[in-house]
């Protein structure tokens, strides 16, 4: 490759000024990520936040109902993800691979997500700001009848929710834990054990 040839390069092989800034925002908004990681309650707070100034939004503007509607089904696709194991306890052969137990006494082995819960706040962020930047445009307002949108997403909530649940009941796996288990009594050492 000769010199310049490379992506984000002047002729002269250092970085562009374009790309030396928008790898210094790229930068400077993973670290806002990195930063915001443990704080999951204000993280869905704000998020719930922006949802509500977002319908509002749509209230009063009363159009940009098919941008609604697709980012209703963009959170379920994402919420269907957040709720399935990462290896399919369907797609496995019982000799081959990790799988969930199915029986009181099997080895315990803990629900790992195909959408963590970080990644499936950060999509569903993105989701929101960029249904909110689509409302500013007349191009994605198109006239439809709303109510037949509000019924086909609400039977198709239905539809794959009793999917996923009879998944769920068949391979026996909760997508939700209540924290960390802890134990009453004493070690055999007589100690306590740690709570």
């Known amino acids: 490759m000769s010199e310049g040839d490379s992506v984000g390069e002047s002729i ?5 000024l374009v790309a030396a800034f928008f790898t210094r925002i790229g930068q400077v908004y993973q670290s806002w990520l990195d930063k ?6 204000v993280r869905w707070a704000a998020t719930l936040l922006l949802t509500a100034v977002y319908m509002i939004r749509v209230y009063i503007l009363q159009g ?3 941008v609604t509607y697709a980012l209703g089904i963009y959170h379920l696709n994402l919420f269907i993800a957040f709720l399935s194991p990462k290896v399919d306890p369907s797609l496995l052969d019982e000799d081959e691979g990790p799988s ?4 009181q006494n099997e080895e315990f082995r803990p629900f790992i997500r195909r959408l963590p819960e970080f990644k499936f ?4 962020t993105k989701g929101i700001v960029i249904a909110m930047i689509c409302t500013f445009f007349d191009a994605f307002n198109v006239p439809v009848f ?10 198709l909530f239905c539809i794959t929710m009793k999917r ?6 068949k391979y026996r796996y909760i997508p939700f834990t209540h924290g ?3 134990y009453k009594g004493k070690d055999d050492t007589g100690k306590p054990f740690a709570s």
Do not use: C, D, N
Request: glycine share 2%; net charge positive.
């Open 12 to 16: 002269h092989g250092k970085p562009s």
């Open 36 to 41: 915001s990681t443990p704080f999951y309650a």
């Open 64 to 66: 940009w109902y098919i």
């Open 100 to 103: 969930l137990p199915t029986k």
């Open 121 to 124: 706040w950060h999509s569903a």
């Open 146 to 155: 709303w109510p037949i949108l509000v019924m086909y997403f609400i039977m």
């Open 164 to 169: 996923q649940i009879k998944h769920m009941i």
């Open 180 to 182: 960390k288990r802890t």
